[in-house]
């Protein structure tokens, strides 16, 4: 069985590690398939995002340069992230989370209040005025680390970011604010939260949704996932998910084992099964271009392989 992955919301996008190797990560989505890191892109004769590896987002996490769709008829969309967009061609970008618009070009004038919903992605070259902030306490609480004031680059545009204990960088102000939470993620916050924090099991592991770390303070411990194909719902560990995922790198079709499985335990950590990491197939070597990657993929698909 081959990973599944969800497509998720903007802020998904931007926060959402993603392990890659030679073996390029592939999604259903919709009807048709989505695939990342295969593209090149130049400015100017200048290429400044390079097919197979990832750029680094704003929160500091790396995510796709690319990502290619693939719909049934066979035609092919090539995505960049907005924030890449927007600094290729030195345009300001923000986000106006109560509308769900991205905001290219000139910014509308800022509320006093430290921007209400509207997020610029930059981070500032000086100390913004009236940053929002989020529960300080709150955050230290579950091990996060309050950074600086006085220091621009604890900013991304006038939001002040935090250290969460693993040391990735996060928005403040989204710890503990339900409101900031479309309909979805606050059903899922309900299911699996207790007081708006990860439950812990008998051994003092946190577990539940990747999804809703943005909104509790940091990763959990055991990572939840829903029943699929051969698997029931349970939880694995993101070092043995990413430990799976390096052993496909450098491997040749001929000697990939194409799937991986690793541990899928209880809340209690005890083992249930097994959950399968799949390499998602070879369409891709290190110095193809994109016109042979795409032709790599085309033959695949044209032998049933894809």
Known sequence: MKERKRIGTFWGGFATALALSACLTTALAASGTVSYNFANVALDGTQKITAGQDITAANGQKVPGSILYTDEAGGKTNYLPIRAISELLGVEIGYDSASRTVLLGKQPAQPANGGGDVI????????????????????????????????????????KMFKDKDGELRFEYLVG????????????????????????????????????????????????????????AGYYRQSERAAAAAKFEGLSEEECPHTLGIPLYDSEGGVIGSYNIGCAGHFYKPGMTLEEVLGSVEDAVARGEW
């Open 120 to 159: 610029d992605l930059r981070t500032p070259t000086t100390v913004p005025e009236n940053p929002r902030r989020g529960d300080a306490d709150l955050i230290k609480s579950r091990g996060g680390t309050i950074l600086p004031d006085d220091d621009p680059k604890s900013y991304r545009g006038s939001e």
């Open 177 to 232: 604010n339900l409101g900031a939470l479309d309909d979805l993620d606050k059903k899922v916050a309900e299911r699996h939260l207790a007081n708006g924090d990860y439950p812990k099991n008998s051994k003092g592991e946190s577990y539940g949704p990747k999804q809703l770390a943005s909104y509790v303070g940091y990763i959990p411990d055991l990572l939840y996932v829903a029943e699929e194909g051969d698997h029931p």
